[in-house]
T-cell receptor
Framework: KNEVEQSPQNLTAQEGEFITINCSYS?????LHWLQQHPGGGIVSLFM???GKKKHGRLIATINIQEKHSSLHITASHPRDSAVYIC??????????FGTGTRLTIIP | DAGITQSPRHKVTETGTPVTLRCHQT?????MYWYRQDPGHGLRLIHY???????DKGEVSDGYSVSRSKTEDFLLTLESATSSQTSVYFC???????????FGEGSRLTVL
């Protein structure tokens, strides 16, 4: 079993829909990252969080340390949000463990 | 942008040849990482560095070596490339104060 599991693996939605991507992990962590990878490959950091909730524009990330679970929400989704979203957990030993990603497609 | 660049961006080589990928940063960050990304796998750590001449192995280090003679440059070397090393390689740096990650654009390596 992977230490970091993301769901769903693939998600297709209509423009304007509210999107939720989930990340569950099985190890103790000091921080969790959400990353975005667009077609063509570049990886961008969206959030780093260790507790609670963070918001940036239409993106919201939450984490529940007790339940070992994090969610990434996108409000008013847009085709430019189409990308692979990757969850990664940092265990404080320079070893980030990455999920395999959620491929999001937003249809106009 | 964090000022991190990789070179070359694309390379095709033959089995058994040596290959070196370069990661260059302009941020003076201490921590630098090399990952590989393959279908069906998350990003996997090859090697990382926590300072000049200070490096350590990641989970998939076999067949790879690294060097860091200057803060700004972290080199990944495949001494004798194999087809299993066909992959996309990403360099990353970690912000010392924030812990935020910054990634290079990736280097696509094909070993024939």
């Amino acid at each position: 079993k992977n230490e970091v599991e993301q769901s769903p693996q693939n998600l297709t939605a209509q423009e304007g829909e509210f999107i939720t991507i989930n990340c569950s992990y099985s190890v103790g962590i000091s921080a969790l990252h959400w990353l975005q990878q667009h077609p063509g490959g570049g990886i961008v950091s969206l959030f780093m969080l260790s507790s609670g909730k963070k918001k940036h524009g239409r993106l919201i990330a939450t984490i529940n340390i007790q339940e070992k679970h994090s969610s990434l929400h996108i409000t008013a989704s847009h085709p430019r949000d189409s990308a692979v979203y990757i969850c990664a957990v940092y265990r404080g030993n320079e070893k980030l463990t990455f999920g395999t990603g959620t491929r999001l497609t937003i249809i106009p | 942008d964090a000022g991190i660049t990789q070179s070359p961006r694309h390379k095709v080589t033959e089995t058994g040849t040596p290959v070196t990928l370069r990661c260059h940063q302009t941020e003076n960050h201490r921590y630098m990482y090399w990952y590989r990304q393959d279908p069906g796998h998350g990003l996997r750590l090859i090697h990382y560095s926590y300072g000049v001449k200070d490096t350590d192995k990641g989970e998939v280090s076999d067949g790879y070596s690294v060097s860091r003679s200057k803060t700004e440059d972290f080199l990944l070397t495949l001494e004798s490339a194999t087809s299993s090393q066909t992959s996309v390689y990403f360099c990353a740096i970690r912000g010392q104060n924030t812990g935020e990650l910054f990634f290079g654009e990736g280097s696509r390596l094909t070993v024939l």
